[in-house]
């Protein structure tokens, strides 16, 4: 069985802070033909800019190739292959498998009947590891350490796959939680479960101004319309948070806002000026913790 990363769970805490040592290497460092020879297949399902591009860059930047597609309209999927069997072709062809598609669970599914390794890009609103991974290392670079932070998510809590792969692997990290959401968006009863079993603390509230000034990381997400199941629904909660600059007075001279972006309305422009705004940067170290896990599941680190 080829070593998949489907859920951040997959990876110990040992192997994250590696992926986090050699995504700073790589920053340092540039690209490295670690990969020559290697094919990537990088399978798109649903859209996608920065997941998609930061792959694709992470592999040309190991020297590598990348086959794949940025949507499976043009595919045989449209004649009614099924993602198997897409996924025993397409591991026939590749050295390893990017994959993002819409539904809960489909990474683990081409994992079940792929001889190489799976890359969970998104499922649904399960799960994005290596978001997870990246959002790490944007904590860790801004505040010098990953243990007992507190960290606020805003937004979309029940949808959001970024925020629940997040909530797991910071737990590992003594983090403090604040889940700032809607009723109808709160955060599922199984990430609350899994801290109230581990004995960590979570606070919950529906305003975003309560907590501005308490938490190392504001942790900012779209209201997701495309998860929603009728347009009523998305309507009701969809410009609930706005954080514009005003609202920044008197936080943690330290905190940073982090969003896994795309933005909409969540985070006005003029907080892009402010010292708390690292979306931005948080995008680009994207790239270099992709070169870093490619290169572990390809046995190269
Ligand atoms: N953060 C993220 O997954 O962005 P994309 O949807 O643009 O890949």
Known sequence: MPKNLISVRDFSKDEILKILDAAGKFEKEGQRPLLEGKVVAVLFFEPSTRTRLSFEAAVNRLGARVIGFPDASNTSVSKGETLEDTI????????????????????????????????????????????????????????????????????????????????????????????????????????????????????????????????????????????????????????VYELTAAMLDGVKPGMKILHPLPRVTEIST????????????QARGGMYVRMAVLSYLLGVL
């Open 270 to 281: 003029d907080v892009d000026d402010t010292p708390y705004a690292y979306y931005f940067r």
């Open 88 to 239: 025993r072709i397409v591991s026939g062809y590749a050295d390893l498998i990017v994959m993002r598609h819409p539904m809960e669970g489909a990474a683990a599914v081409a994992a079940s009947v792929s001889p190489v390794p799976i890359v969970n890009a998104g499922d649904g609103a399960n799960q994005h590891p290596t978001q997870t991974l990246l959002d790490l290392y944007a904590i860790r670079q801004t505040q010098g350490a990953l243990d007992n932070l507190t960290v606020n998510m805003v937004g979309d809590l029940k949808y959001g796959r970024t925020v629940h792969s997040l909530t797991e692997a910071m737990s590992d990290f003594g983090a403090n939680f604040i889940f700032t959401s809607p009723e109808e968006l709160r955060m599922p009863r199984k990430y609350l479960d899994f801290l109230s079993s581990k004995g960590i603390p979570y606070t919950e509230t529906d305003r975003m101004e309560d907590h501005l000034r308490d938490c190392d990381i504001l942790y900012m997400t779209r209201i997701q319309q495309e998860r929603f199941p009728t347009r009523a629904d998305y309507e009701k909660v969809k410009d």
